[in-house]
C-alpha cells in the first residue's frame, strides 16, 4: 500500500487506492515497511488531529448539546442535572404554543406568535432579495460589464460595504433613518414618503427599512460576483450574435444570464442561507425592533435564550432554525443546484 | 482613480476583468453604464461620507440641520476619542483576535487539509465529510450552548474564548478551499523530493507551505475578515469592561453610552471603519478571488 497517492483529478478514491494498490512498488522515503505505517499514522494524527479536536469540541459538541438541551426546561444557570426533561414541549410551545393547557395561552401570546412573526420575517427577507436584490443586481451587473472610464474605481466603490461589519452599516443607517434626521429631512423636503410609524418602527413599513439596509450592504457583493462571472463568458459569442442582429438584450437573454447561471444559482443559495440566519444587522437596529417589528429567527433565538434565560426554549428556536436551513438547502441542491453540478463534472 | 492598468501576475480572474487602457465606444450602453456607475458610487460612499463629515459636527448643528455640513468644522468628537486610549484597546483587541484566529485558521486548516488531499488511509473520506457537514451548522445555531461550554472553561471575558471557537468555525470552508488546492501539486514534485531525502513532513514544510501560499492567504483573508466583524459571540463573551471589548461590540457600546451625542456616535464609527478600508483596498483582489473561488468551488 503507498503512502502517498496520486490524487487524480476527478477519480474517485476507491478508483485511486485500486490504481495504487495494482502499480508498481512505489518510491518511499522509509526502508520498513511497518515502520512506515506506524508513522504515516503518528503523522496523520498530528496533522490532522488538532483540527478534528476543535471542530468536535467547538462546533460539533454545541450544535448537539442545542438538540440535547432543547428537550429539557432549563434556565442556564442551575445545573443542567437538576432540569427538567419535557419531550419535545419547547417545539410544540414554539409551533403551536404547546399541549399543557395550563400554559398555552401564556405561551401563544409571549412565544409562539413572536416565534412566526420572526419565521415570516425572514421569509419575507428571503423573496424580497429574489424578486428586488437578484434582478436589480443583475441589471446593473449585465450594464457594468462592458469598458467604461473609471471602471475599476466604480467596481471597487461598489463592493467596499461587503467588507465593512453589519454592525457598523447598522449603526450608520440608525443614524441615518433617526426621526429627527436626515432621511426624514429629505423625504419632507423631497415629498417622498415616509412610513407613518416611522421609518423602523411602523409595523408594516419597518421591515423594509431593514431589508433596504440589508440591501445596501449586500447587493455589492451580488454584482461584483455577476461581473466576475460575467467575465468569463467568451467575447466571441457576443460578438457573433451582435453581428446576426441581436439586440443588447437580447445577447444578455440568450447567452450572458443563461452562461452565469451557476453564479446566480450559487448565490441565490447563500443569500437564502444568509436571510434565514440574519442576527448581528438586526440586533443592532433596536434589537430587532421595540416590539419586534423587524425581528428575525436569530434575534428572537437570542432575547429568549439569553436574555429571557430560557435556554431549553431557545436551543429549540435554534434548533428548528437550523433544520429550516438545512430543508432549504438540501432541496435548494437537489431541484436546482443538482444540474450545475453534473454540468460540472462534464467540463472536468 | 484612473483606468491605468496594472499588470498582475497571481490573479487569473482580475486579470479578465480589467479594462484594456483604451477603446471605449462611446455608444448609449457606456454612457448608461457610466451613468449607472455614478449612481451605484453615490449610494455606496453618500452614507459613509454622510457618517465621516458628521463627526466633526456638534450635537447642536446636527439638530438644527441633519444634512448640512459642519460649520465650523470641529474636530472635537475626533480628538476625544483618539485622545482617550478606549479606542485604541479595543482597537488592539479587535487586531489581535484577528490575527490569532486567522493563524489559527490557515495552521491547523492547512496541516488538516494535507493529509487529507495526499495521504491514502482509512477513514479520511470520512474526516472530509465531517468537515463538510460543519458548513451547515453557523455559529448562531450553537451559540447557546457554546457560551455554556466557555462559561465551564473559565474562557468569559477572555479574548482566548473569541480566538479559539471562531478557529474552529472557520475549518470547514478552510479545509475545502485547501484540500483540492494541495491535490493539484504534482505527485512527480512529491517523488522528486524523496528521492532527494526529503520525508513526507519535510515535503510538507518545504514544498506545500511554500506552493500553498496563494490558497493559505485566501482562506486567511477570509477568515481575517469573518473574525474582524464578528459581534454575536463577543457579545456574550465580553460583558463588562469596555477596555476588553472588540471593536464591533465597543461601538455598540459607546452608542448605548452616549445615546444623546450622535455625532460622537458618528466619529467612533467612521473610525473603527477604517482599519477595514484600509485591509479592504490591499486586500481587495484576494477577496474577490476567494469569493469567487468559494462560490464557483
Known amino acids: 500500500m503507498t503512502a502517498l497517492e496520486a490524487s487524480g483529478s476527478g477519480e474517485g478514491p476507491v478508483a485511486a487506492a485500486k490504481a495504487a494498490g495494482a502499480g508498481p512498488k512505489p518510491l518511499s522515503p522509509y526502508s520498513s515497511h511497518r515502520r512506515d505505517t506506524a508513522r504515516k499514522w503518528i503523522e496523520i494524527l498530528v496533522f490532522v488531529g488538532p483540527a478534528v479536536a476543535l471542530f468536535l469540541t467547538f462546533v460539533i459538541y454545541p450544535v448537539a448539546s442545542a438538540a440535547r438541551f432543547s428537550l429539557y426546561k432549563w434556565n442556564g444557570i442551575k445545573q443542567f442535572s437538576e432540569a427538567e426533561f419535557i419531550g419535545f414541549e419547547n417545539y410544540a410551545r414554539a409551533l403551536w404554543g404547546g399541549n399543557d393547557p395550563a400554559t398555552k395561552d401564556a405561551f401563544m401570546s409571549s412565544y409562539t406568535e413572536p416565534f412566526w412573526t420572526a419565521v415570516g420575517h425572514n421569509m419575507l427577507i428571503v423573496v424580497l432579495s429574489m424578486a428586488i436584490q437578484l434582478p436589480l443586481a443583475l441589471l446593473v451587473a449585465l450594464t457594468l460589464n462592458r469598458k467604461f472610464p473609471m471602471r475599476n474605481g466604480v467596481r471597487l466603490i461598489i463592493f467596499a460595504p461587503y467588507v465593512l461589519s453589519e454592525v457598523i452599516a447598522g449603526i450608520m443607517w440608525l443614524i441615518i433613518f433617526d426621526p429627527n434626521g436626515i432621511a426624514t429631512q429629505l423625504s419632507e423636503a423631497t415629498g417622498f414618503p415616509k412610513p407613518a410609524g416611522g421609518w423602523f418602527e411602523d409595523t408594516t413599513w419597518g421591515i423594509w427599512t431593514v431589508f433596504f439596509i440589508v440591501t445596501w450592504k449586500y447587493l455589492g457583493l451580488a454584482i461584483i460576483l455577476f461581473l466576475a462571472g460575467l467575465s468569463g463568458v467568451p467575447q466571441e459569442l457576443q460578438e457573433a450574435a451582435s453581428i446576426d442582429g441581436a439586440s443588447w438584450w437580447q445577447v444578455q437573454r440568450r447567452i450572458n444570464i443563461p452562461l452565469i447561471g451557476p453564479t446566480i444559482r450559487i448565490w441565490a443559495f447563500l443569500s437564502i442561507i444568509g436571510s434565514i440566519q440574519l442576527f448581528d444587522m438586526v440586533w443592532v437596529l433596536n434589537r430587532g425592533g421595540t416590539v419586534g417589528q423587524y425581528s428575525t429567527i436569530a434575534t428572537f433565538m437570542m432575547q429568549v435564550g439569553y436574555f429571557r434565560k430560557d435556554v431549553g426554549f431557545g436551543s429549540a428556536v435554534a434548533v428548528i432554525m437550523f433544520a429550516l436551513s438545512f430543508v432549504v438547502a438540501i432541496a435548494y441542491m437537489l431541484l436546482i443546484l443538482r444540474k450545475d453540478n453534473s454540468d460540472n463534472k462534464v467540463e472536468a | ?297
Do not use: C
Request: glycine share 10%; net charge neutral; proline share 7%.
Open chain 2, 1 to 297: 482613480m484612473t483606468i491605468t492598468e496594472t499588470p498582475t501576475e497571481t490573479a487569473p480572474v482580475r486579470d479578465r476583468v480589467r479594462a484594456p487602457k483604451r477603446g471605449f465606444q462611446w455608444d448609449g450602453g457606456t454612457i448608461l453604464a457610466i451613468v449607472i456607475g455614478f449612481a451605484g458610487v453615490v449610494l455606496t460612499l453618500g452614507p459613509i461620507l454622510y457618517l465621516i463629515i458628521g463627526g466633526f459636527r456638534n450635537q447642536q448643528q446636527l439638530s438644527a440641520d441633519p444634512a448640512g455640513l459642519p460649520s465650523p468644522w470641529l474636530f472635537d468628537n475626533y480628538v476625544g476619542i483618539l485622545s482617550d486610549g478606549l479606542f485604541w484597546r479595543q482597537l488592539i483587541n479587535s487586531t489581535l483576535v484577528a490575527f490569532g484566529t486567522t493563524a489559527g485558521v490557515v495552521l491547523f486548516g492547512t496541516m488538516a487539509a494535507y493529509p487529507l488531499a495526499r495521504y491514502s488511509f482509512r477513514g479520511r473520506e470520512a474526516i472530509y465529510v465531517l468537515f463538510t457537514t460543519g458548513l451547515m451548522f453557523p455559529l448562531t445555531v450553537a451559540i447557546l450552548p457554546l457560551y455554556q461550554l466557555l462559561k465551564s472553561l473559565d474562557l468569559i471575558g477572555s479574548l482566548w474564548g473569541l480566538v479559539v471557537p471562531q478557529i474552529a468555525f472557520a475549518l470547514p470552508i478552510t479545509v475545502i478551499i485547501m484540500r483540492p488546492f494541495l491535490q493539484a501539486l504534482p505527485k512527480e514534485l512529491e517523488e522528486a523530493s524523496f528521492v532527494d531525502g526529503l520525508t513526507r513532513v519535510g515535503f510538507f514544510y518545504h514544498m506545500v507551505l511554500p506552493l500553498a501560499r496563494p490558497g493559505m492567504v485566501t482562506v486567511g483573508v477570509l477568515a481575517f475578515i469573518g473574525s474582524w466583524n464578528a459581534y454575536l459571540l463577543p457579545l456574550l463573551l465580553l460583558t463588562g469592561d469596555p477596555k476588553g471589548m472588540t471593536l464591533p461590540l465597543g461601538i455598540t457600546t459607546f452608542q448605548g453610552q452616549h445615546a444623546a451625542d450622535i455625532t460622537a456616535i458618528m466619529a467612533y464609527t467612521s473610525l473603527s471603519m477604517i482599519p477595514a478600508l484600509i485591509f479592504f483596498l490591499f486586500m481587495e483582489r484576494r477577496i474577490v478571488d476567494g469569493l469567487t473561488g468559494a462560490v464557483k468551488g
